[in-house]
């Protein structure tokens, strides 16, 4: 079985509660939903890899004090959930601990794999942000399927997010548990390149804080300091 793959690579962490930590991403093409305005995703390069070949070169960047954790990001990894099935357990095998990166939108994806990851990271999806599609019931859903686990929001906003869209996103996790930790981040570039003010991300700091316990906003680390 092969997957198709973007890249594989050494890196620090530049998001989320791990951020900082020295990680090995697999970084899977594809995307169910490819329409968000700030996407800096390139779908058009990957190989087509298999199992094999995926350890072999994960093992070539790691060597014998290489990184613990591994990520399996995108793209949307679990458009592959099937080659995901095949590779988690070899690199768990690897005493590597498992972080999934996600949209959080193919809760049934997850369900076939959610035993073989230690962290999920999922993203909630503003409408405007994609195109005007609604992912409500998908990320209520995702979250419903990670219950019991280790798992995080990322939400993305920007000058021109909108307000009512915001606390939908919030009431949304906030039922599945005001204990999952939020990171708010605030888009720094992408396809159209629009940003926020302070005072915007102030006040959707303030709406997140009243539903949700931890809230942190969360620069994207890696391009701050200008690593992959
Ligand atoms: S979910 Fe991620 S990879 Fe897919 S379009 Fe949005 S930002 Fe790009």
């Known amino acids: 079985m092969k997957a198709r793959v973007a890249d594989i690579f050494r890196s620090i962490q530049g998001e989320g509660p791990y951020t900082g930590r020295d990680t090995l991403f697999v970084r899977f093409a594809g995307c169910n939903i490819g329409t968000c305005r700030y996407c800096d995703t390139d779908f058009k390069s990957y190989r087509e890899m298999d199992v094999r070949e995926v350890l072999s070169e994960a093992g070539r960047l790691s060597g014998a004090a290489g990184p ?3 990520s399996v990001t995108g793209g949307e990894p679990l458009m592959q959930d099937g080659f995901l099935k095949a590779l ?11 972080l999934l990166e996600t949209n959080g939108t193919l809760p049934e994806r997850l369900s076939g794999i959610r035993d073989m990851v230690d962290v999920v990271s999922m993203d909630i999806k503003l409408p405007g942000s994609v ?12 979250l ?33 548990g005001p204990s999952v930790p939020l990171f708010l981040q605030p888009a720094v570039n992408g396809t159209e390149g629009v940003g926020i003010s302070l005072a915007a991300l102030d006040r959707f700091y303030k709406v997140a804080r009243s539903y949700v316990r931890s809230v942190t906003v969360s620069t994207q680390m890696h391009k701050v300091v200008g690593v992959a």
């Open 144 to 176: 419903a399927a990670c219950a019991g686990k280790e798992v995080y929001v990322k939400l993305v906003v920007d000058e021109r997010s909108d307000e009512r869209e915001f606390r939908t996103a919030i009431g949304l996790l906030g039922d599945a």
């Open 68 to 70: 613990r954790m591994a």
């Open 131 to 142: 195109g005007g599609v609604e992912l409500w019931e998908e990320h209520r859903r995702f």
């Open 88 to 98: 988690l357990p070899e690199l768990r095998r690897r005493d590597m601990r498992l």
